[in-house]
């Protein structure tokens, strides 16, 4: 998966990739710690950005 792509998570609907990490800690880290339940070739986590906005990230299996 690579930044700017769009995939469908049962949790947040379609969602934008902006970084991808190499593994769990590190995204963690960065604060992406909110699950999306993405069943694909990676995992996608969220952080919250504010009361209504959230950036994701993708995580290599």
């Known amino acids: ?3 700017g ?3 469908f998570t049962p ?10 990490f190499d593994n769990y800690h590190d995204a963690n880290n960065d604060g992406y710690n909110v ?4 069943n694909g070739e990676c ?6 950005v504010d009361l ?3 950036v ?3 995580v290599e299996k």
């Open 11 to 20: 949790r947040f609907c379609t969602v934008k990739i902006e970084k991808v």
């Open 1 to 3: 998966m690579n930044i």
């Open 56 to 58: 994701f990230a993708a």
């Open 43 to 48: 995992y996608v986590f969220g952080k919250t």
């Open 5 to 7: 792509d769009k995939v």
């Open 35 to 38: 699950p999306t339940y993405y």
């Open 52 to 54: 209504h906005h959230m």
